[in-house]
């Protein structure tokens, strides 16, 4: 298994440090971090999909324009998932499973360039997506970009539902799922509260267990730090929780994981730019030693 982190679908929104914690200007900077695994026997496994081919060419109506407006993505083809899995000399049907950990229009974008893919989301995200009932949903899930959901496959979350059962653990983060059709180093963690049916996805590489949390938390300081996103970014994050209690408490969990000595488990969040530049860099170094051989060559 080798794990690629991509950034595919980087946003520049104005608020500088009060956005991102970081940067000096006016100008901040914001990643949609997802993951392109090579299995060893399942494919390619695509890990959230970022802004989708279509929505860069034509964002409009396909995105919802205050979110947009605000956070400014670069709506370059060339970052698309899709573009990004060819340069990299594979072909888009190499793709076949897609695990969301949820469907807001900036993680979901990449589904209908990939329609050979089985997607697999929680059976809570895929409910509240398809109902849409209040005005955020309408403007979050934006059906356009799914495809054909009938190649989704649920997976049952939600503790005292039937046939539910009540899953494993996964360093102390409970009622965690395997996914059927997928390897058991591939499992939907649920922190749900950003959307009702939101999920992490923890993945076992190469050097050890990474926990992709989704949008539980937006600022690395929420998980790792003291505790609070730079104030624009609250803001926004506040604004985007389908039940903020349920948020709060999914990310006081992964708090109190992380604190745990035995929680030997790399987490980071979508949207956290630093978090992304470690996370890629400490994946590239796994190949430092080949890099060392063709040197010698
Ligand atoms: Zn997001």
Not at 3 to 32: E, F, N, Q, Y
Not at 246 to 252: G, I, K, N
Request: net charge neutral; hydrophobic share 40%.
């Amino acid at each position: 298994m080798k794990i690629h982190h991509l950034d595919l679908g980087p946003a520049r929104p104005l608020g500088g440090r009060l956005m991102d914690g970081v940067s000096p200007g006016p100008v901040a900077r914001l990643t949609c971090h997802c993951l392109l695994i090579e299995t060893n026997d399942h494919g390619l496994v695509l890990v959230d999909t970022g802004f989708g081919l279509r929505d860069v060419m034509r964002p409009t109506p396909r995105l919802p324009g205050w979110n947009i407006a605000l956070l400014r993505p670069r709506l370059d083809p060339d970052r698309t998932a899709i573009r990004r899995i060819k340069a990299m000399g594979f072909q888009p049907q190499d793709v076949r499973h897609i695990v969301m950990t949820h469907l807001d229009f900036d993680h979901a974008g990449g589904l209908v360039d990939f329609p050979h893919a089985t997607v697999h989301l929680t059976a809570a995200e895929a409910e509240a997506a398809t109902d849409r009932r209040s005005w955020l949903d309408r403007a979050r899930w934006r059906p356009a970009q799914w495809g054909d959901t009938a190649r989704w496959h649920t997976v049952e979350t939600r503790l005292g539902t039937r046939g539910s059962g009540s899953g494993e653990t996964f360093f102390g983060l409970r009622n965690v799922r395997e996914i059927q059709g997928l390897p058991d180093d591939i499992l939907f963690v649920p922190l749900p509260g950003h959307t009702p049916g939101h999920a992490g996805v923890a993945v076992k590489g190469p050097r050890g267990w990474l926990l992709h949390a989704g949008d539980t938390y937006f600022n690395r300081a929420e998980a790792h730090g003291a505790g609070f996103a730079p104030p624009l970014l609250a803001a926004y994050e506040r604004m985007m929780a389908a039940d903020a209690p349920m948020q709060r408490d999914s990310l006081l969990r992964l708090r109190a994981m992380l604190r745990a000595p035995d929680a030997d488990v790399a987490v980071f969040c979508t949207h956290d730019p630093v978090e992304f530049a470690a996370m890629a860099a400490w994946s590239e170094s796994d190949y430092a030693p080949l890099t060392a051989q063709r040197l010698a060559a």
